[in-house]
Structures are given as C-alpha cells and as structure tokens.
C-alpha cells in the first residue's frame, strides 16, 4: 500500500483500545509471564519466610503474628535482621507495598544489597522477553513457541546495546537532577516559608517535573524498541534517533497516549487500594488477591505496550517506509499489518 499524505492518522483512543484489544487476545502471553515472575519471586518468600520462622519459633507471639501485625515483635525482627530480612516491614503489607516502592523510585532511595540483585536480574528477564512480546503484539496473533523465543533472542542483544544508552540518562536523572530539584532548589525556596502546605505543593510540584523527565526517557525508550522490532532495525543508536523524530514530529498526541495507559494503571491502583488485603486475616485471601493485582498489572502493562505498537502501526508501519531489507510476509510485523484488510 503506497504512503499518501491523504491517508487517515492513528487516533490516540483508537490506539489505547487497540492495545487493550491485542493484550486480552494474548492470554497465553500474560499467563506465561505471570507464572515466570511468580517462580522468579518464590525463592525470595521461601527465604524470608524461613527468617521469620525461625526467629518466631513456637510462640504465643507466632500466633498472634499469623493474624495480625505485631509491631513489638517487627521492631525486635527488624533489629537484627540481615540482608533480605530487612525488607519485611509494615510497609510491604497490602497497598503499602506499592506505596513504598514509588515513594522509593521519587526519593530516590537505594535499593537493599540483597533485593538489588533480584531487581537487576528481573530487568534482564524483561529485557529478553520484550523483543517477543512486542513482536507477538505487533502481529496481532498467535505465534508458535520456537518463533516467539527466535524473536527474543534475536532482539535480546539488541536491547542490551539500547540500554546502554537509556542508562546513562536515567543515571543523570537520578544523581543530578534529583538533587538539584529536592535539596538546592527546594532548600532555596523554602527558606524562608511560614507555610507547610505551600511547602507541601512545591514538593508536588518538583516530584511533577521529576516524573514528566523520566516519562519521556521512558517514551523514547519504548517507541525505539517498537521502530527495533517493526521495522527489523538493527542499529539501536538509529533506532533511538528514530523514536525521536517520530515523538518530535506528533509530541502532543505520543505523550497522550502515554499518559492515557499511566492513567490506566493508576486506576488499577486505586482498585488495589480498595481490596488490598490488611495485616491480617486468612493467608490464602490475602495470597489470591495479591496474585490477581500482579496478573492485571501485567495485563496492563501488555496494554501499554501494544498500544504503542498499534499507535506507530497506524502511523508509518506502512510497506515503503519499512526499513531495508524489504519486509517479506509473513516475517514482518510491519508487512502483516499491512496485508491485513483494516
């Protein structure tokens, strides 16, 4: 189909409920990574788990922390607690555990030795499977197992050479932006202030600009993996330098899209706050729901990511501007899309 300058552009909502669409006909997908990060984080609950029984023996104390938060008990744990150990508080219970982890990522906060490892590790895992989640995404059909692993293989390295440029700018970010925002110009500004609450709101205010620059390293990050994949490009430097000209050129609809699916998530958020369960009550209860919060966030998250695929889709995955080799189907994502009828 040749490009016309005629023809109709992607719509922002159209794109977002495409998403939507590709990620609920993609089970297989979200149950296969739900089940892979379930296995990824057992060997972490089945240690601490053993920290804890030991340490509480057989005790009125145990029975008493089986059914509800012990804070004296927390607090002695807490004392001598070691590596991983030191991660059980209060906090990670129920909706304290989201809250804790983005108060972490805005303040930045280090991460514990003994759970920084898991998180670099759970990044590689990502890093492998995006090439064949967005190359399943972007076909908008099942793939066999051999063809979805050919993919993340394939694009693995690709990414690895992408982050390796994203990871400077976020560490730029991090060691000084941050500061310059949260202690030279918050300090400065609020010298002199009388008032908390307009402390409070210039706060708000600075975690907004904080937030609005990692959005858009996020952003370009993911429309250079989405031009990686549909267009089989293998420079990731020309791939970056692609995502951005293609944000430049529709900057207020790219980053609508964006916080259309940020706005997705801070539903499921606000669902999670509602039936979080407390510190206390029947384990299985508490277990089922916590599972079912991290199954739908994974849904949303493949959400997120397939409409982005069908936003650059819509806009240029077109035959004649796909990159050199010429797409052959069905071996594109980008020539299937465009052998589909619409």
């Known amino acids: 189909m040749p490009f016309s300058p005629d023809r109709p552009r992607a719509t922002v909502l159209g794109a977002f409920l495409e998403g939507w669409r590709r990620a609920i006909v993609a089970p297989v997908v979200t149950v296969s990574i739900f089940v892979a990060t379930l296995l990824f984080t057992l060997p972490l609950a089945f240690a601490l788990r053993g920290m804890l029984e030991t340490h509480l023996g057989q005790s009125m104390v145990a029975d008493r922390a089986q059914w509800n938060w012990d804070e004296g008990w927390a607090t002695e744990f807490a004392s001598q607690a070691q590596g991983l150990g030191r991660t059980f508080t209060h906090e990670m219970l129920g909706f304290g555990g989201t809250m804790s982890i983005s108060s972490g990522l805005l303040d930045a906060r280090p991460l514990a030795p003994a759970v920084a490892g898991a998180v670099v590790a759970y990044v590689m895992f990502w890093i492998f499977l995006s090439g064949g989640i967005l190359d399943r ?4 059909r099942p793939v066999r197992t051999h063809a979805f692993f050919a993919a993340c293989g394939v694009y693995f390295v690709r990414f690895l050479r992408l982050a390796l440029f994203i990871a400077p700018i976020y560490w ?13 110009i918050y300090d400065r500004l609020t010298r002199d202030m009388t008032s908390e609450q307009q402390a409070l709101l210039l706060r708000g205010g600075l975690y907004l600009i904080f ?12 429309f250079a993996k989405v031009r990686a994949v549909v267009e089989d490009r293998r420079s990731m430097l020309a791939a970056l330098g692609a995502s951005l000209r293609f944000i430049r050129r529709r900057p207020l609809r790219t980053v609508t899209l964006y916080l259309l699916n940020v706005l997705a998530l801070l539903v499921l958020a606000r669902l999670w706050l509602q039936i979080a369960p407390p510190g206390w009550g029947p384990t299985w209860r508490a277990l089922l729901l916590t599972q079912l919060f991290v199954l739908a966030r994974l849904w949303a ?7 982005e695929v069908a936003f650059f889709q819509g806009e240029l995955a077109h035959a004649q501007y796909t990159a050199t080799p010429d797409p052959i189907w069905p071996e594109s994502p980008s020539a299937e899309s465009v052998a589909r009828p619409r």
Do not use: C, E, K, Q
């Open 172 to 184: 730029v970010l991090f060691r000084w932006l941050h500061p310059l925002l949260f202690t030279t």
């Open 301 to 307: 998250r493949l959400a997120f990511i397939a409409s």
């Open 211 to 222: 937030l609005a620059a990692l959005m858009l390293v996020s952003l370009m990050a993911d």
């Open 137 to 140: 995404l972007a076909r908008a």
